[in-house]
């Protein structure tokens, strides 16, 4: 069975930081590309990131440089380490799983984790 949990949100102050994690079960990372989405109130679901094995990440413009992914592949988890967070970072955050080692054909959805960024 596929699963994925994110975890490690939490109420962070602008210019802070928090990271994400997404565990995964019943695949191994190392064949699928894993995203990071996030949805806000009101607004539609945005693509944070696209991580593929042995080619690298895509990082939205809006997090940019302030944003990385990294993966243990020992632990089958996939992280999100978010600095400088703004106010506009608040939303519901979400990791993953495509179907194969592209970013298209999201398939497996973790239950997501709630960040703000507030002061």
């Known amino acids: 069975q596929v699963q994925l949990v994110e975890s490690g949100g939490g109420l962070v102050q602008p210019g802070g930081s928090l990271r994400l994690s997404c565990e995964a079960s019943g695949f191994a990372l190392d064949s699928y590309a894993i995203g990071w989405f996030r949805q806000a109130p009101g607004k539609e679901r945005e693509r944070v990131s696209c991580?593929?094995?042995?080619?690298?990440?895509d990082y939205a413009d809006s997090v940019k440089d302030r944003f990385t992914v990294s993966r243990d592949n020992n632990k089958n988890a996939v992280y999100l380490q978010m600095n400088s967070l703004k106010a506009e970072d608040t939303a519901i955050y979400y990791c993953?799983?495509?179907?194969?080692?592209?970013?298209?054909?999201?398939?497996?959805w973790g239950q997501g984790t709630q960040v703000t960024v507030s002061s």
């Open positions: 993953a799983r495509a179907g194969s080692n592209r970013c298209s054909g999201w398939r497996d």
């Open positions: 991580s593929r094995y042995y080619v690298g990440t």
